[in-house]
């Protein structure tokens, strides 16, 4: 048990992280994967893959260094302190000696067992940023967490209207590409002015759970975790009958390399689980098999990817696939057809007022000061107000999904997967070593050579500028 949290074995731990990652993100990359080709596909979606395991296991480390730091601040305020062992043996075998000066005893509480990197003590990504980064560092992090999570909400604004629609007018595959035209059902309205007012409806319903405080319940996530599994199953089963009965004859694109960029942009956005490790990785129980449960995690949630975007690209042709999976099946029996259309609304719609909550905690941190009071407008009414209205209007904008999970997932998402681990890692290992003189770490990341640090902020870099460069060019 850890820090006050029920605790849970790894095997729990491992369901907790494969939903996780496995979320509406990938309704959107059959699409840009065939767009990009198969083979092609196949090898970037594998890069990507590694690249944020990679991360995610600087990560954790980061978070077993926050817990030692914690440990180290303790010393100094209780008495009772134990033996640290500078002479254990590293992981090559070398014993390791502490610096001259450094530290013999460090302080054990009540969590640790002796162990000074245990995580034990559940620290956000934002409590490590607050450790490790320089007070602009702290803010630029708060200004890309917020955008993120602005993102986040952008996506889920304009996809549940976009499916409800789909839904009300029906018109098929191509029903969003001239949107002027009558709503097949409601002939008096076009099929945008239906979007704008199921918009409307999901501002209504949703948008006043942001200025209270929501809890999620276990039957929610099961019911959440049931019915989207069953919804990803069926597009899996509809699409191998589809190849099986031969009812899209075509020839899969194999390689597109003009393609690439927005498929990263996309892709990234589906291995996103770093925000939250801490919460699922704290309580876990017994963590000698952490890394393991992250390495199977990563590998399961890419062959699932594979298995669903692979049986889209040979079950539908790239201009029958629309940017969200869920609607292009628009040949199917009715039942599962009006299920996998309104699959968005429900499971997305259980995720906007969480995902506003927490850009409405972010904020309040980046502009409140403590030990200052503030009006009950500032409290209570302006910071809901700042996270409803801005993706309110960009969904009024625009209900590209696939554009907007792409911007996301490149600019603001690829910087909370891939360099804030990084920063983390590489300040929280300078920290340890300022105060220890060594560092003897058992949750040090497999990837620990300073290679690898310098690689992905590298890959981060010529990937985000090969994606803009491409998508100006294509406005053009």
Known sequence: MADGQDGYTWQIAYVYLFNLIVGAGALTMPQAFAQTGWVLGTVA???????????????????????????LKNQKQQPNVISRTPDDPDDSGNE????EGSPLLINSDEHSSGDLYGIDKKVEMGDLAEMFFSKAGLIAYYVVIALY?????AIYAAAVPKSMTQAICGGGSKLFENGDLPCGNVSSMSVFDMYRITLLIFVVCLCPFVFFNLAKT??????????RWAAFLCMVSLAVNRVVHKKSTHRAVIFEFNALPNFFGVAVYSFMCHHSLPSIITPVTNKRRILYVLFGDFVAVFFFYMLLVTTAVFAFKVDDLKDLYTLSFTDAPDVL??????????????NFPIIAITLRENLKNLFLKENKYYGLFVRRFLFPLAVIIPPIIIAFATDDVEMLVSITGTYAGAVIQYVVPV???????????AKLGNYINKNRSPFRSQGWVYLIVTWYFVCTVFVTVNKFYKFK
């Open 149 to 153: 999570l602005y993102g986040d909400l």
């Open 337 to 350: 057809k009006y299920f996998l259309e309104l699959f968005p609304t429900f499971t997305l719609s259980t």
């Open 423 to 433: 920063m983390l890692v590489f300040y929280g290992r300078r920290s340890v070593l």
């Open 45 to 71: 979606m594998a890069v990507l893959a590694l690249m944020s395991f990679c991360t995610s296991t600087f990560m954790i480390e980061a978070m077993s260094i926050g817990n030692a730091m914690i440990r």
């Open 218 to 227: 276990k039957f929610l996530q099961i019911a959440t975790t049931i019915f």
């Open 96 to 99: 390791l000696e502490p610096a």
